[in-house]
């Protein structure tokens, strides 16, 4: 297999299998119409994946799995146990069995995501950044479908339930045509607990894991509120099907992520991974302060076309970050070191998820996005440590 058709394998397995974490939000309007939910009580279905991902991509990292199993049948493991428990909604009789089931697919779920990422790495030394953004564009294509579904209307959510599963586990059974890894495979090593926290001890993985906090501090955050900010916003506040056109605009102000992962990926190979996500950084941080500063007095269009430059570059980096992260670590450890970086990052989703919505009902969208700025502050700073290490590293 060639390293063009493996990136292919790769996105499409992890795009199927991680279809089953964006099913809560295909189906949650019904799910709180149905089973009677308040807006907290939904929000949970939510963060229980985030959270069941964070429990196994530290599982995973503590454990040496990450490092020892082929990344193939972690990803199918990984897809089928996710696809099951996803099936497992359609028996739940309320929000707690549903909460648990959604803890599960995630803790499944770290077994999919860490392993695509070090399986897309052993294919690629040149241009890395590029292929680690290609298959994050994919990703970023399925969290926008939602919107794209809810502008659409009318789809039973058993269905969308059934039909994620499967999905979910033919991703499963397609990474199995991965039969080996790339031409640049990282070693094997034996289980050891807690191999994988050797990493913190390398300053350029800290530095990388730092950035990549305030960028997940930032980005589900976005992706999880943009359409409700775009429904406060006159024009579509005024339309008499407001929701479908907030949802109709929030799927192409995320799913324009897909290219900001080229662009990102390919500055990453070009101008060197740390200065790219510092750019990118800048970018969708800048957006969120001018929709601060401005949400309220500017043109509509104005704020559509500024939530559509955010979500260019609130995504743009990401691939970025996990590039550092295997170039930079211990080679021996490099999936640990992958599932930890995933494991702090997803745990600050959990935080803004949660977080954001509560601000903009107690205070307003002006405080709500400020505080979502304070990710790509912390993640310009360490970005700029990374550079500045570099550039020393350079003159030795």
């Not at 964070?54 to 049948?73: E, H, I, Q, T």
Request: with cysteine.
């Amino acid at each position: 297999m060639r390293a063009g058709g493996a990136l292919a394998v790769v996105a499409v397995s992890t795009l199927l299998a991680m279809s089953v974490w964006f099913s809560a939000a295909f189906v949650l309007p019904q799910l709180r119409e149905e089973w009677g939910l308040g807006a907290g009580s939904g929000a949970l279905l939510t963060v229980a994946v985030q959270l069941g991902f964070v429990v196994g991509a530290v599982s995973s990292a503590m454990s040496g799995l990450a490092d020892r199993v082929a990344n193939r049948y972690l990803m199918c493991g990984g897809a089928l146990g996710a696809a099951g428990a996803n099936l497992g909604v359609l028996v739940a009789d309320g929000l707690g069995p549903a909460v648990v089931l959604r803890l599960v697919t995630g803790f499944f779920l770290a077994g999919v995501y860490p392993p695509a990422l070090k399986e897309t790495a052993t294919w690629f030394r040149a241009g890395r950044g590029k292929a680690l953004g290609v298959m994050i564009g994919a990703l970023t294509v399925g969290s926008a479908l939602p919107h794209a579904v809810n502008a659409a209307g009318g789809v039973d959510w058993h269905l969308v339930i059934v039909a994620t599963s499967v999905m979910g586990a033919c991703g499963g059974v397609l990474a199995l045509s991965l039969r080996a890894p790339g031409p640049y495979p990282f070693p094997r090593r034996k289980v050891t607990v807690g191999g994988a926290l050797r990493s913190v001890r390398n300053r350029d993985v800290v530095l990388a894991d730092l950035g990549y906090v305030g960028h997940m501090w930032e980005l589900y955050a976005m992706w999880g509120t943009v359409a409700a900010l775009l429904a406060s916003v006159p024009v579509v506040e005024e339309s008499a099907r407001k929701d479908v056109l907030a949802s109709a605009i929030a799927f192409v102000c995320i799913g324009v992520g897909a290219f900001g992962c080229l662009v990102g990926g390919v500055l990453g190979d070009r101008w060197g991974r740390a200065r790219s996500a510092r750019i990118c950084l800048v970018c969708s941080g800048g957006a969120a302060l001018l929709l601060a500063v401005g949400v309220d007095a500017m043109p509509s269009g104005v704020v559509v076309a500024v939530c559509v430059f955010w979500g260019f570059w609130v995504v743009a980096d990401s691939a970025q970050f996990s590039a550092l992260v295997t170039e930079r670590a211990d080679p021996d450890y490099v999936g640990g070191a992958l599932s930890l970086q995933l494991a702090l990052g997803y745990s600050t989703t959990a935080l803004t998820l949660w977080g954001v919505p509560v601000l903009v009902a107690h205070t307003s969208w002006r405080i709500a996005l400020v505080v979502l700025a304070v990710g790509p502050v912390v993640g310009v700073t360490a970005m700029t440590r990374s550079i500045v290490r570099d550039r020393r590293a350079a003159l030795v």
